[in-house]
């Protein structure tokens, strides 16, 4: 009787046990890029959403400073911008959650100014701004 070791079972199944080590590595690559490719999905809508909700919420801004009248420019409606802003900013990367609670801040502050004083205006747009360029910065770095 011929004695069957383990290295001669290797040698002699070498060609399975390498296609198997390629298809667990393969289906390892495959569910990593998966998941990648489905967090830079769900980053790029927010991101989207959150520079939609800034320029809607600079829209109230401009209308509320420069045409005082108009329903547009109620100031009132920057809040559900903010709010938006600030749930969607929650699913970005940092540094934008920290960028979007300053422009929180300083909405907060200066939203019932907005109508009448050019430096509430400044201080909104400012950081409506830096929160934009925060946002943009996020959607350069995914691959």
């Known amino acids: 009787m011929k004695m069957i070791t383990i290295p001669n079972q290797i040698k002699n199944n070498f060609i399975a046990l390498l296609s198997l080590a390629i298809a667990i590595s393969a289906l390892y690559y495959n569910t990593w890029r998966n998941e990648q490719t489905e967090k830079?999905?769900?980053?790029?809508?927010?991101?989207?959403?959150?520079?939609?909700?800034?320029?809607d919420l600079q829209v109230v801004i401009n209308y509320g400073h420069y045409q005082p009248n108009s329903?547009?420019?109620?100031?009132?409606?920057?809040?559900?911008?903010?709010?938006?802003?600030?749930?969607?900013?929650?699913?970005?990367?940092?540094?934008?959650?920290?960028?979007?609670?300053?422009?929180?801040?300083?909405?907060?502050?200066n939203w019932t100014k907005i109508k009448t004083n050019e430096e509430a205006?400044?201080?909104?747009?400012?950081?409506?701004?830096?929160?934009?360029?925060?946002?943009?910065?996020?959607?350069?770095?995914l691959k």
């Open 121 to 141: 205006v400044d201080k909104v747009s400012k950081e409506i701004d830096h929160s934009r360029e925060s946002v943009l910065a996020v959607l350069r770095q």
């Open 40 to 55: 830079n999905r769900n980053t790029r809508t927010a991101a989207f959403e959150v520079l939609k909700e800034l320029g």
């Open 71 to 109: 329903m547009m420019g109620n100031s009132y409606l920057g809040w559900s911008h903010v709010a938006r802003i600030s749930d969607l900013s929650q699913l970005l990367p940092s540094p934008i959650p920290t960028q979007v609670k300053m422009l929180i801040d300083v909405w907060g502050n």
